[in-house]
């Protein structure tokens, strides 16, 4: 088969569209996916580079997530067949025609829905429901703060949190990327270049819970921004990896701060990548279905042009996802 290899670590142009060994047959509760798209994550981008490297076990090759028809299923699979749509939650391997992955990561593409815009939903949904769900409780009434309301994750965060009769506060660096939030349900748009987003989320008495990319860049100030109680959600350290906490501001409001990370959840058991796409499945996945909650896809680019993809993810170009497309099913 093909998939993006790198040549080397570094810049985007590591990565070439090569012949790699075939998989082998399914194993015991593992599916065979001809892949059609795969989501661009910024963990690829870092792996690329060589600083992420994929959890013992899994796959060498970019990928944590993509869309595609189930070539195969290994013994034991009773609830999928070869030539369902589906979309999975990947270790690894997304970049290639195709991967192996546990039954217990996939989800079902809707009928009518794009099967490589589906491409753009298991990463996003598996974090935001993990973290502002399964951990935070988000429930109606509640003030969230979604930092990077433009991004991948903060499109999606958007539409589960109104559909949570949630409202909904958005920081972003540009006018256009705020008009998309508003577009999909945000209510209080934030340009952190112009406007301190402590300040505006003091007029409301503070978030309830806030979902933070920026890691140790924000941290002092979204403690800050907390209202009472308030938890804030950390998934990302794009404002790097080592900042300092008021404890005293904290604990004043008695306030939680949780960290996760999905790639190292383990398959299956407490706390794993199975629970979240079960959850998901139940609760999440009747929106997808009807259409209330939409994969939000910047851009698609073939699988031959994977650095052009990169490139963009890691500009300030992207609203919403970008997808690699790998083949037509
Ligand atoms: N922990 C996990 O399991 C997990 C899983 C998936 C993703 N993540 C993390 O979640 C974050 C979002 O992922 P993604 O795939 O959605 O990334 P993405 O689409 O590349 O978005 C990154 C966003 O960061 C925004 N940004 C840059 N500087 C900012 C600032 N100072 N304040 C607020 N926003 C700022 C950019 O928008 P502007 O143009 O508005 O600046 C951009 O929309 C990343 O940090 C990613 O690593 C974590």
């Known amino acids: 088969m093909y998939a993006v290899t790198l040549d080397g670590f570094g810049e985007p142009d590591v990565m070439r569209w090569a012949q790699v060994p075939d998989l082998p047959a399914p194993g015991p509760g593992e599916v065979l996916i001809d892949v059609a798209a795969a989501g661009v994550n910024r963990a690829d981008l870092l792996q ?15 990928g944590l997530e993509c869309s595609g028809v189930i070539a ?9 067949r070869p030539g369902d749509r589906v979309c999975a939650l990947l270790s690894g391997g997304g970049y290639a025609e195709q991967v192996l992955v546990p039954a217990t990561a996939l989800l079902p593409v809707p009928d009518g829905m794009d099967l490589a815009a589906a491409a753009a ?6 974090t935001v429901w993990s973290n502002l769900v399964m951990r935070a409780g988000l429930h109606a009434g509640q003030l969230l703060l979604i930092h990077g309301g433009g991004s991948g994750i903060g499109t999606h965060a958007i539409q589960v949190a ?15 990327k705020l008009d998309r939030c508003k577009e999909l349900g945000a209510n209080i748009l934030i340009n952190y270049r112009e406007e301190d987003f402590v300040a505006t989320l003091g007029e409301f008495g503070g978030a309830d819970i806030i979902l933070d990319n920026m890691g140790a860049a924000y941290l002092g100030r979204n403690v800050e921004a907390l209202a009472d109680d308030g ?6 350290m794009q404002g790097g990896i080592g900042g300092e906490l008021n404890i005293a501001a904290l604990l004043g409001k008695r306030g939680t701060i949780h960290a996760t990370n999905l790639r190292r959840r383990p398959d299956t058991g407490r706390s794993s990548k199975a629970e979240i796409i079960a959850e998901l ?11 209330t909650v939409i994969p939000v896809v910047s851009a698609e680019i ?15 170009g992207t609203i919403g996802k970008v997808i690699l497309k790998i083949r037509e099913p």
Request: aromatic share 6%; hydrophobic share 40%; charged share 20%.
């Open 48 to 62: 690329r580079q060589g600083f992420y490297p994929p959890p013992p076990g899994a796959s060498e090759l970019l």
């Open 72 to 80: 195969d299923v290994g013994a034991g699979v009773r609830d999928w």
């Open 121 to 126: 939903l298991p990463e996003v949904s598996a």
């Open 162 to 176: 109104v559909g949570r009769g949630a409202r909904v506060a958005v920081t972003a660096g540009s006018q256009g």
């Open 231 to 236: 938890q804030l959600c950390i998934i990302g």
């Open 281 to 291: 499945r139940r609760q999440l996945w009747p929106s997808i279905a009807d259409g």
């Open 302 to 316: 073939p699988a031959t042009e994977a650095p052009a993809a990169h490139r963009l993810l890691d500009s300030a």
